[in-house]
């Protein structure tokens, strides 16, 4: 009787130091961005996960005497918090303290735990920041993805598991929505931009429209190329009939003048002076 009593005080005991360690899911993750915490990212089907069980359960314990609250996930139950967090390993464990995040990568024993709380030696890490940090906007939609992975991976179980089909009509069908899925994406996107920054009336023109807009372009061009190859020709013309005549002009005068001199000698000329031949016209 005795020993059935201390057996039910052990478990009872042992049930009230693994409440000293939070459970966080997706819901209720927030509540680290307030107060000091040490969380652990773990598997079930991981095996240094579970040689890390009972010292994290016992380093909850201390909890209250070190003022911090320490936590675990379960990433196999919450993908989408392995995926804000960025956890590539595991177990991963963060310190947490009024939303400023630091990755642990110490030694995982009960001391190094408790030295690493009570010395601040979080101190001497580098506070994550930019797009890596966990509350940020680029880690809310990697975890949104990590979540809809998981989705997919559970319906593709499904599938095979259930319903007996193929590895590869399961993948066919994934493409095939996969396919869909960007379609409709797509048309949202697009009918969205619209809305957002419409398009100018002149802008909204079809093909037909533009190519017959271009040939009459081009064959207005045509005409005023050709009206510019007339005017210059006929000017051409005119201008060398005029210094035809000119020249022809100006050689009458100078015949006539000739024969003027030729007439018209000097009356204090020699008798021996020769008369001179009238110039033809060139």
């Known amino acids: 009787m005795f020993s059935f009593i201390k057996i039910i005080l052990l478990s009872i005991l042992l049930t009230t130091v693994a409440s000293k360690v939070v459970e966080i899911d997706e819901e209720n993750w ?5 107060g000091e915490w ?6 079930k089907w991981c095996p240094a996960c579970k040689g890390l069980e009972s010292v994290w359960a016992d380093f909850g ?3 209250n005497d070190l003022s911090i609250k320490v936590a675990k996930v379960d990433v196999v139950k919450n993908p989408g918090l392995s995926g804000r967090f960025f956890v590539t390993a595991l177990p991963t464990i963060y310190h947490v303290n009024n939303g400023d995040f630091r990755r642990y990568s110490g030694t995982r024993d009960i001391n190094a735990f408790m030295s690493f709380i009570e010395d601040k030696k979080w101190a001497d890490i580098d506070v994550i920041s930019g797009w890596k940090k966990p509350d940020g906007v680029a880690m809310g939609i990697l975890s949104w993805f990590f979540r809809l992975s998981h989705f997919l991976k559970e319906i593709n179980n499904t599938l095979s598991t259930h319903y ?4 590869w009509v399961s993948y066919g069908l994934f493409a095939i929505a996969t396919i869909i899925l960007g379609a409709v994406v797509g048309l949202i996107l697009v009918c969205i931009i619209d809305f957002i920054w419409p398009q100018k009336p002149m802008q909204r023109q079809s093909f037909s429209e533009v190519q017959e807009k271009d040939k009459m372009i081009k064959r207005s061009n045509e005409i005023i190329n050709e009206d510019l190859v007339d005017d210059t020709g006929n000017n051409l013309d005119e201008n060398d009939d005029t210094s035809e005549a000119e020249k ?3 050689s009458d005068e100078d015949d006539d003048n000739e024969e003027k001199e030729v007439k018209e000698p000097s009356p204090k000329a020699s008798p021996d002076v020769r008369k001179r031949r009238t110039r033809k016209a060139d």
Do not use: K
């Open 164 to 167: 007996g089909l193929p590895t």
């Open 248 to 250: 022809n002009s100006g």
């Open 38 to 43: 040490m969380v652990e990212f773990f598997a």
């Open 61 to 63: 314990t201390w909890s």
């Open 30 to 34: 927030p509540q680290l961005l307030e």
